[in-house]
């Protein structure tokens, strides 16, 4: 949007319009305006990036981790235009599996759309409360199912939001990030397996860094289906967006929201991420100088020749060469990342000294 603009013209406009509309008026206009060319494209108005900076109306503002009804209002006209372009039955029926304050309802409430709305609050009020997604049988199919979890424990619902006490099944109270995917995986299952045929399993998850460590759900959870669209959705109005840090990390500004079709009864076409661990010492299919490079952190960024052999001698491509310490004096010259700092001792060159 600022192509080719100085930062003296720049401030210029945005004095101009706040004293022209206001500071609220203008940062609405900016943030909606500065996201257009990404936003609108090639004549479509639902893209892979989408970015609402007002909510909208349905549900409510005030329920924690609440979704834009405008992000489920996108979507359902997009399933909608694809069936009538297709010649396919446009007449949708639509399942919110993970309800919280009820704004799909109520908006399929609003474009007269056939929607029933299920979450684990007991004293849920737009539909049926105390369905229990890991457990309970849903009871019907759909065209569009719907799911918002938790962002693991990133805000705690049951005997915090909603309720007196923590429920057992409530996905951001699991002792651990494997209990929450592998609890999100058996609700996604089960709604993937209540679509029709053609229909769709929408997703909304976002990442959470939690005492340092990052967990991106998206990543980790099971992938069922046709992956039809992966869309990147903008984030406004979160509860630390007022705040500073000075330890340096990258705040998480997007959700994701995918889009999975079944494509065939009884099929599952699915994909999970794989986590394992490598140890390289026990690998043939690594080069020295990746070896040696470790080793020499391994041991602090310096090293005798002699201690860097007997570290060596125990990986597999060492066993595998009678010539091993010829091979690590003269990868070790070969490479300017080694330094020599006296006869048979020598240091990575971005170690500290």
């Known amino acids: 949007m600022y192509n080719n603009l100085s930062k003296t013209e720049i401030d210029t406009m945005n004095s101009y319009l706040i004293n022209k509309f206001g500071k609220e008026k203008t940062s609405q206009f900016l943030r909606e305006e500065g996201v257009k060319p990404l936003t609108n494209r090639v004549g479509k108005s639902l893209t892979s990036f989408i970015a609402f900076p007002q909510r909208g109306n349905e549900g409510s503002s005030k329920w924690k981790g609440n979704l834009s009804p405008k992000v489920t209002e996108a979507l359902l006209k997009f399933i909608i235009d694809y069936k009538k372009y297709y010649n396919e039955n446009s007449d949708v029926k639509v399942i919110d599996a993970m309800a ?15 929607c029933s709305s299920y979450d684990l609050n007991p004293n849920y009020q737009h539909g049926i409360g105390g369905w229990n997604a890991v457990v309970d049988e849903l009871p019907e199919s759909a065209d569009i199912i719907h799911v918002h979890p938790p962002y693991y424990n990133a805000i705690t619902y049951s005997g915090n939001v909603w309720g007196h006490h923590p429920h057992p099944d409530d996905l951001s109270r699991c002792n651990s990030y494997d209990e929450f995917i592998h609890k999100l995986n058996v609700a996604n299952q089960k709604l993937y397996l209540s679509l029709r045929k053609g229909g769709r399993l929408i997703v909304t998850v976002g990442d959470v860094r939690k005492n340092g460590k990052f967990y991106s759900i998206q990543n980790d959870m099971a992938k069922l289906g046709k992956l039809e669209s992966f869309i990147v959705k903008a984030q406004y109005n979160c509860s630390s967006d007022n705040k500073t840090y000075k330890k340096p990390f ?14 065939k009864p009884f ?21 020295w100088y990746q070896l040696i490079k470790d080793t020499f952190e391994y041991l602090g960024g310096s090293a005798s020749l002699n201690s860097l052999n007997e570290v060596l001698a125990n990986t597999k491509k060492a066993k595998n060469n009678s010539h091993f310490k010829d091979r690590i004096r003269a990868t070790i010259s070969e490479n300017n990342d080694f330094v020599r700092v006296r006869r048979g001792f020598y240091k990575l060159i971005y170690a500290a000294n």
Do not use: Q, W
């Open 267 to 287: 099929i599952v076409h699915f994909s999970c991420t794989k986590h394992a661990v490598v140890d390289i010492r026990k690998s043939s299919n690594v080069t």
């Open 100 to 114: 919280g304050s009820g704004s799909l309802k109520l908006l399929c409430n609003r474009l007269d759309i056939s």
């Open 250 to 263: 990258i705040p998480i500004v997007t959700e994701y929201v995918m889009v999975f079709m079944k494509e």
